[in-house]
């Protein structure tokens, strides 16, 4: 048998860092003479190679093995080259040869979840067939969970080697399937940018904690760390190692304590310092009076206690999946991770500066300085959390883009459809079906971040806030407006997703609009004196529709950390679509949620409740949105027709609370020219209905506002439970066309 071995990651196939020096080592018999031969050979393709490529043997050399048989090379810097090299180490009695090697950009694809799910799992199986030819593709597929068949457990301390990998080439499709679809996608569109091999060390894994990615010494070192891994009940030391306890330490744990401060927001923390996150140049400013506060909100979390797995011990992906590649030379690394940790954003923040410092001990980067690429968190009603606890989290990482050790770029994802396949193996709630697009954004931002150019290297994000009397001037990041820039969606044409409040601290839905491609101004009609707004400040903020340069969603963001009352997003208030996603159910505290029960997916905005009739969007709109909601009815005279709106997403604090308000409104056109009557319809949390008295419905074919004031209402309007209108038409055959729902806005009601 064969002494003569070089550790798992060479091996045929592979991929090395291109203008980097890259160290190659294995192992022999002691104190043996090894011999290392570096080729590169033409490829046997029609195009031609580069002119600065040279061929045959590129690099040789002789080194003696330690006693423990440990030999080690250092390959010197090579150019990036389609055309195929051969390593070939010898020793007295043995050879191992390593054929196909290119030389390009090499990736480290680490985190949970959502960059474990598979291609066969997502959206990306969709364009293998369009890679049938991308042969220069290298992905090096690790145990899922880090064991093999030699080690069966997860180790104490850091391996040597990698368990269970091998070199997979993007041409075969078969072991594709089961590749990271988000490092695929990922390597697929670099490769179609740069036009040179890329590699991905895919060792992502499900289930894990930012703590199993780190080292024990920072853990142990670190008070902070170390009790938060004993409050979630994962810490482990050597003697219980694996061992499945429920060990807790005594006493009081709570975020804000410890020593943690209260992180100010991401867009800020550039500001403050006169400077643009892009950039050293001083930007003229007039900031909202309120731009920093501390968070009363994390302060009261605590973080969640959590069923025990070996992989989600401290250390124990670092050992497996990390330590094993000390010295790697490569481009960067794509992180995507959290799911498991965003209970503790600030605890997180933290966290990820250890790692991103652990990044930059372990690889070794060609631009001295590593390149991270990082996603934001899908939507997910998260166990034991409020609706805008992961707006928090995702907030926390728009703040690390600024402070981590590395030159970093952020994902948005928040606009991607939300669906699932209940057949996938791995494709549930927590991990969405998209991810080609995931995988294209951190291409692009990767690109952006290398080139050093103008081009995007982070998703779009404010820069400055300017008051202009009632209204709200925002500017973003020169990148994010290059080309054509700022702009709205699949061909929207209302600007969403923002809401603005005044000193009462009630945001409410606002309006707003793009000021010559590069601004955005905000405001609402009700209110003159604004102090602070947010965009997409919510778990489930599909809505927002703001797109920069590259076509990647603006970082949602808000001006400050006050303590307020969200009455947004109430996705129904436009009546531009049918449904939106939602969970049929709510959980409460920390119940558990079936894996495969209780999916998300489309829920219906609006339903017709009672009657005879049909709700269709109609693309003749009426100069509001894309599209305005249709109800086509029949026998209205003998029974009339009533449509409910989907009150459980109407507010973050459900039910839905009209205190704010002075009055609702609804804008609709009448196409039939019969004259008809409406009401509204309410019920409150007791059970007591409220209907309005009708109103008229002229025979007009314009555009028509219907209001009911507040002295019109029903007595508690705090506690709403069902919103809905009820339609009696004589002429028995009809249809209504819906365009909005607005909401008078009362400043002042929470003066007392």
Request: hydrophobic share 40%.
């Amino acid at each position: 048998m064969s002494k003569l071995r070089l550790a798992t990651i060479f091996g045929d196939g592979m991929v090395l860092q291109q203008n980097a020096v890259n160290r190659l080592y294995g192992f022999a018999e002691s104190e043996t003479e090894i011999s290392v031969e570096f080729e590169r050979f033409p490829a046997e393709r029609h195009e031609p190679g580069d002119p600065e490529t040279q061929y045959g043997v590129l690099f040789s050399e002789v080194e003696i093995s330690g006693r423990d048989g440990y030999f080690e090379f250092r390959l010197p810097p090579f150019i990036a080259s389609k055309d195929p090299c051969r390593l070939t180490v010898r020793s007295a009695l043995d050879v191992v040869v390593i054929d196909d090697i290119l030389v390009g950009e090499l990736w480290y694809a680490a985190g949970q979840d959502n960059m474990a799910q598979t291609v066969r799992d997502s959206d990306v199986e969709h364009a293998l067939d369009e890679c049938v030819n991308l042969r220069d593709i290298r992905l090096f597929q690790m145990s899922l969970d880090g064991l093999s068949r030699q080690i069966q457990e997860y180790s104490y301390t850091p391996l040597g080697e990698a368990q269970g990998g091998e070199w997979q080439r993007g041409d075969q499709v078969h072991l594709m399937r089961d590749q990271s679809a988000v490092a695929f996608s990922f390597a697929v569109d670099f490769y179609n940018e740069w036009q040179i091999p890329v590699g991905v060390i895919n060792a992502a894994c499900p289930g894990t904690y930012i703590h199993s990615w780190l080292p024990r010494e920072i853990i142990e070192d670190d008070p902070i760390i170390r009790n938060h891994v004993r409050e979630v009940r994962l810490y482990r030391d050597r003697d219980n190692w694996n061992a499945e306890i429920a060990e807790r330490e005594p006493g009081e744990y709570r975020y804000g304590s410890g020593g943690f401060r209260s992180f100010p927001r991401p867009q800020t923390i550039a500001l403050l310092d006169g400077r643009k996150p892009d950039g050293d140049k001083p930007a003229p400013l007039i900031v909202p009076r309120a731009t920093i506060r501390k968070s009363t909100l994390l302060q009261q979390m605590i973080p969640l206690a959590h069923e025990f797995s070996p992989r989600k011990q401290p250390s124990a992906m670092f050992n497996h999946k990390m330590a094993p590649f000390v010295g790697l030379s490569l481009r960067g690394v794509l992180w995507f991770q959290g799911e498991s940790d965003v209970d503790g954003p600030e605890y997180y923040l933290r966290a990820l500066r250890y790692l991103v410092d652990t990044f930059n001990e372990i690889f070794v980067s060609v631009d001295q300085k590593l390149t991270l690429v990082m996603s934001q968190l899908p939507s997910y009603l998260y166990n034991g959390m409020n609706a805008t606890g992961l707006a928090v989290f995702n907030e926390m990482l728009a703040l690390a883009r600024h402070t981590l050790n590395a030159k970093t770029g952020l994902v948005t994802l928040y606009d991607l459809p939300l669906s699932y396949r209940e057949d996938a193996s791995f494709c549930y709630a927590l991990t969405p079906y998209a991810k080609r697009e995931v995988g294209r954004r951190m291409a692009r931002l990767a690109s952006g971040l290398i080139a050093g150019d103008d081009r995007l290297k982070s998703a779009p994000e404010p820069i400055s806030l300017e008051r202009i009397g009632n209204k709200w001037m925002i500017d973003f990041t020169p990148s994010a407006v290059r080309g054509s820039g700022l702009y709205l969606r699949q061909a929207e044409t209302i600007l969403k997703g923002f809401a603005i409040c005044d000193r009462n601290r009630v945001f409410v839905k606002a309006d707003a609009r793009i000021l010559y491609g590069v601004r955005v101004l905000v405001w609402h009609d009700q209110i003159n004196d604004p102090v602070s707004l947010t965009y997409g400040f919510s778990a489930f903020n599909g809505d927002a529709n703001l797109l920069g340069s590259d076509g990647i969603p603006v970082l949602p963001f808000r001006v400050d950390l006050e303590p307020s009352q969200y009455l947004i997003p109430m996705p129904w208030f436009d009546m531009d679509k049918l449904d939106t996603f939602a969970w049929d159910e709510l959980l409460e505290g920390d119940s558990p949620r079936p894996r495969k029960k209780n999916l998300p997916g489309p829920k219906r905005l609006w339903e017709v409740t009672k009657g005879r009739g049909e709700l269709t969007l109609t693309n003749d709109v009426n100069g509001y949105s894309h599209s305005d909601l249709k109800l086509e009815y029949v026998n209205a005279d003998e029974r009339p027709i009533e449509i409910d709106a989907a009150v459980a997403l109407a507010s973050w604090y459900p039910p839905l609370d009209l205190t704010p308000y002075a009055a609702v409104e609804l804008v609709l056109v009448n196409p039939d020219h019969q004259e008809k009557r409406i009401q509204l319809l309410l019920e409150d949390a007791n059970g007591v209905v409220f209907e309005s008295p009708p109103r008229k419905i002229e025979d007009a074919f314009r555009q028509q506002i219907i209001r009911w004031a507040d002295s019109e209402l029903a007595n508690n309007t705090a506690e709403i439970v069902r919103f809905g209108f009820r339609i009696v038409d004589p002429g028995a055959r009809g249809s209504l066309i819906l365009i909005r729902v607005k909401l008078d806005y009362r400043p002042g009601v929470l003066d007392n």
